[in-house]
């Protein structure tokens, strides 16, 4: 819950990195992150087409990547072939988590479905000793985090469509954090889930302007492509 003395200070979250000064989703980007001294680096996972995790946010390669095609039908040596941008791979979540490990926090956000059991599996393999929060729009995925490790600390991601009742969803979800973008954070919602327990983080806040706004309605933390404007 957010702290509301005036000496509050609000997290600093990296978004796919900290994508506004690397490759987004890279280990570039992830060092980028450390060294803006993020408490998080948020990051995107997915699946190849061999069940490999790696981090990409759209479905294609197209947009982040030198190459062409859907992430799902191709193997990790296609994608390890590919520029993700200045000559950095497409990196696998054991590989991020290896690189953050001991230095920052991880914000894994789930993209599709089925990928619950087997983050948390490899997160629980790599020894990571620095916080975890496993975040997606997709509310099944939190319930099966929730599952596979009761106490996890879980994001529900709200995107401009927002639930009549917010608390009651993360209450369903059993969620410890939840997820605005930014242009549906109010003081009254805000205050209504700090009233019921649950830390508040905001998307993706990159102008001064906005973060100013974000900062006056007392969310807990503020995810930004350029971190080091929060």
Not at 6 to 27: D, S
Not at 181 to 187: L, P, S, V
Request: aromatic fraction near 6%; glycine fraction near 8%; charge should be positive.
């Amino acid at each position: 819950m957010a702290n509301e003395s005036p000496n509050r200070k609000i997290l600093r979250i990296g978004h796919r990195g900290a994508c506004g000064h690397a490759p987004e989703n890279t280990l570039a980007s992830i060092e980028q992150a450390i060294a803006l001294q993020c408490a998080f680096t948020e990051v995107d996972i997915q699946r190849t087409s061999d069940d490999a995790l790696v981090l990409l946010h759209d479905k294609r390669v197209d947009r982040t990547t030198n190459g062409r095609g859907r992430l799902s039908e191709l193997t990790l040596p296609d994608i390890r072939k590919l520029d993700a941008g200045g000559g950095q791979m497409v990196p696998t979540l054991k590989e991020a988590l290896r690189a953050a490990n001991g230095r920052i926090g991880v914000i894994l956000e789930l993209k599709t479905g089925g990928l619950a059991y087997d983050v948390c599996t490899t997160v629980r393999a790599s020894g990571f000793n620095r916080p975890v929060n496993y975040a997606s729009f997709l509310q099944k995925e939190l319930h099966h985090v929730r599952r596979v490790d009761p106490n996890s600390q879980t994001l529900v991601l709200f995107n401009k469509w927002f639930p009549k009742d917010p608390v009651a969803a993360a209450f369903k979800l059993q969620a410890t954090h939840v997820g605005l973008h930014f242009n549906t954070a109010t003081r009254h919602r805000v205050n209504a889930l700090h009233n019921a327990g649950l830390t508040v983080f905001v998307y993706t806040v990159n102008k001064p302007a906005e973060i100013n706004k974000m900062n006056l309605l007392g969310v807990d933390g503020l995810i930004s492509d350029f971190p080091d404007r929060i």
